[in-house]
């Protein structure tokens, strides 16, 4: 049922010292700001109707906080002493002059940088003590952050190091951690993200990603794909069962299923200018060392030769190569040492 009030929030009074200079309502806690916090708060109570005063600096900062089932509006003093009685709308209005974050049950007030840090650590234990109610088995509280937009399945094992931001949703069964980041990402079931980076992104059921991979904004990656050591990928989607064990770059591409990516393959999508897709066909198989410059189409089950440049449409089941043939020239280095009065060889 709503709640037949309007709430209304003034940062203008907070005088606090901060490190940004930000009224203390918009520090974050958790990697959400205050303000953020409180009104969630007041949503689950039933409230609807929020009205900031702030500098005018701030109105975006604030509006950003602001929930999206809820009528809210942020402004200057004199925008509220003007427009307040229309927007309420017959609401009875409770004024905040102080800040305060939600700890459990209770709003609780701060006036200091140290008072707030106190209570992030609590809000920090509440949070992960809600997530292991549910079924998620954090190893290590002290070491794990989590923000209260995150939702985690069931089963899942989050270990030391992980730091889950954003609205980020974390799949059952999953193992995230150690030392892993998750930002504004789906995580499917059962995945496991290792020592890795994930951001805006989605990845499909029982993916593997790392250790030390970096998967950036608008990636899709299927079911069963492998996102191994030392692997970048950055706006592509990839088709299941693709694997990309270390050592690769792929940006800007449209890869399909089965595909595998042998170590230190690129996609050079950049030209200077312009950024260029790349396609590639399901069942391919990209050999080491391979430079895929487009934009450029790899036909379905293709194969390229390790050490090939590709910069030319590969037709599918077709063996793409570009490379120098070996040759060698026996005797050279000995002739190469004696010219330059070197021994044949170190002891």
Not at 3 to 17: Q, R
Not at 32 to 38: A, S
Not at 237 to 257: E, R
């Amino acid at each position: 049922m709503e709640n037949k009030k309007c709430i209304v929030v003034f940062l203008t009074e907070d005088t606090a010292e901060t490190y940004d200079g930000k009224p203390l309502m918009l520090q974050d806690a958790l990697f959400c700001p205050i303000l953020t916090w409180c009104m969630r708060a007041w949503l689950k109570k039933g409230v609807r109707r929020f009205f900031v005063v702030c500098d005018a600096q701030y109105v975006d900062d604030a509006a950003a906080c602001f929930p999206e089932e809820a009528a809210a509006v942020a402004g200057t003093e004199e925008d509220y002493r003007r427009d307040i009685g229309e927007f309420a709308r017959g609401c009875w209005i409770e004024e905040v002059h102080e800040a305060m974050l939600p700890v459990g049950s209770m709003m609780l007030s701060f006036r200091t940088v140290a008072e707030l840090a106190r209570l992030r650590r609590a809000v920090k234990e509440e949070i992960v003590m809600f997530h292991q109610r549910t079924g998620v088995k954090v190893v290590d509280i002290d070491n794990t952050y989590i923000d209260p937009r995150v939702t985690i399945g069931a089963g899942t094992v989050l270990l030391p190091g992980t730091i889950l931001r954003g609205n980020t949703v974390v799949g059952e069964h999953c193992e995230i951690g150690p030392n892993a980041m998750v930002e504004d990402s789906r995580i499917g079931d059962g995945c496991v993200v290792n020592a890795s980076q994930v951001y805006s992104s989605e990845l499909g059921k029982v993916v593997h990603v790392g250790p030390f991979a970096h998967i950036r904004p608008n990636c899709q990656v299927g079911d069963r794909c492998k996102v191994g050591a030392f692997v970048e990928i950055k706006n592509a989607v990839f088709g299941p069962d693709t694997k990309m064990s270390h050592l690769t770059y792929v940006g800007d591409a449209d890869v399909g299923a089965g595909v595998n990516f042998g170590c230190g393959t690129i996609t050079s999508n950049y030209d200077g200018f312009r950024k260029h897709r790349t396609v590639i066909g399901d069942n391919a198989f990209i050999g080491c060392n391979t430079n895929l410059v487009p934009p450029v189409t790899v036909g379905e089950g293709s194969y390229i030769a390790a050490g090939t440049t590709v910069t030319q449409d590969v037709e599918p089941d077709a063996l793409a190569i570009s490379r120098v043939r070996q040759e060698n020239k026996p005797g050279w280095a000995k002739v190469r040492r004696a010219l330059h009065k070197k021994p044949a060889s170190k002891n």
